[in-house]
C-alpha cells in the first residue's frame, strides 16, 4: 500500500518531517510539499543540499513546491501542449506564461516566428545559435526582456530586413545574455 501526501507545509518538526520505518518497505510519496526551503526536505542520499525538515528512506518526496520546474518548446509539437518533455509547448511565450521565477526553459532546435517577453526571472535557453531562431517579424521588438536576473542564451534572433527595432531589448538589471 503506497501512504501518498501532497499539497502539505511540512515545516518546524523535532526530528523528522516524514518517517517510514526501517523495517517498513512501503513507500510514502510525499511529493508536491513544502519543507520549508527552496531545497526541499534533507536526505543525506537523496537530497544532501536541502535545509527543510529530515526524511528518512522509503519517502519519495521529488518534486517539491519551491524547486524550480523546467518547461519545453518545441517548435513542431502539437497545440495543446502542458510543456512537460513528453508534450512540449509550441511557442516560447507559452513556456514563459506558465513558468514561475526561477523555473527553466529549454527550447529544442526549430524556427519560433513569434516575439518573446520574458518578464519574469527566468533561465531561458535554446539549442545553440546555429540551431534555434527566434524570428520577431517587422512590427515588434523580436525578444524583449523586461524582469531582473534573467539568463537568455543559445538562439539566433532575427527580424523582418526593414525592422527598426532592435533584436534584443534589455530593461532589467543582472540578467545574463550571451551565446546569441
Avoid at 518531517?17 to 520549508?36: F, R
Avoid at 537530497?47 to 518548446?73: A, L, R
Avoid at 523580436?142 to 543559445?154: A, C, M, R, T, Y
Amino acid at each position: 500500500k503506497n501512504n501518498i501526501a501532497y499539497g502539505n507545509d511540512i515545516v518546524g518538526n523535532r526530528e523528522y518531517g516524514i518517517n517510514a520505518s526501517d523495517n517498513d518497505e512501503t513507500a510514502i510519496t510525499a511529493i508536491d510539499n513544502w519543507w520549508g526551503y527552496p531545497s526541499g526536505p534533507y536526505h543525506p542520499l537523496n537530497n544532501s543540499g536541502g535545509e527543510g525538515d529530515n526524511v528518512t528512506d522509503y519517502v519519495q518526496f521529488d518534486p517539491w513546491i519551491g524547486k524550480p520546474h523546467t518547461w519545453y518548446v518545441d517548435d513542431d509539437a502539437s497545440d495543446g501542449g502542458n510543456g512537460s518533455k513528453e508534450h512540449t509547448y509550441n511557442e516560447i511565450q507559452d513556456a514563459i506564461n506558465a513558468a514561475e521565477d526561477g523555473d527553466n526553459i529549454r527550447v529544442f532546435a526549430g524556427y519560433y516566428e513569434e516575439n518573446v517577453v520574458v518578464n519574469k526571472s527566468l533561465s531561458v535557453v535554446g539549442n545553440g545559435k546555429t540551431n534555434t531562431t527566434i524570428y520577431g517579424g517587422q512590427t515588434e521588438i523580436p525578444v524583449h526582456i523586461v524582469s531582473d536576473w534573467v539568463i537568455f542564451s543559445g538562439f539566433k534572433v532575427t527580424a523582418h530586413e526593414f525592422s527598426s527595432y532592435a533584436r534584443i531589448v534589455v530593461n532589467s538589471n543582472f540578467s545574463e545574455i550571451s551565446n546569441n
